[in-house]
């Protein structure tokens, strides 16, 4: 289930989002969220992740463990994820040649 959430003003984290955008006033005030329960149900999975911020948790992601300390690892449990990432995010994933490797040979009949 899809849940719309308010981000509160004031004392709240929302200025903690003002970081990623040119100014406070740009910060979404409602944002749409979804649970690993929802995501886990999906029938295929496409994670996008870009630039080098990215790199630790794509790694943590992909070659950690399964844990609460990394929710998005959650996905290595899922049987149709397809993990894009540019240069700068795979810096940190220690088999991203490997990974590259295999989908270079995948079966035709796989998509993407």
């Known amino acids: 289930m899809d849940v719309v959430i308010g981000l509160a003003t004031g004392s709240s984290p929302l200025p903690t989002y003002e970081r990623l955008f040119n100014s406070l006033d740009e910060v979404p005030r409602h ?11 999906a029938r295929h999975l496409v994670m996008l992740a870009t630039g080098e911020s990215k790199a630790r948790p ?14 998005a690892s959650a996905l290595q449990l899922h049987p149709d994820v397809t993990v894009l990432i540019d240069d700068a995010a795979d810096d940190e994933p220690v088999h991203a040649g490997h990974y590259c490797e295999t989908y270079r ?3 035709s009949w796989q998509q993407l």
């Open 31 to 41: 944002v749409v969220t979804q649970g690993l329960g929802t995501i886990s149900d």
């Open 58 to 71: 794509i790694a943590q992601m992909i070659e950690g463990p399964v844990s609460a300390s990394c929710p």
């Open 105 to 107: 040979h995948k079966p």
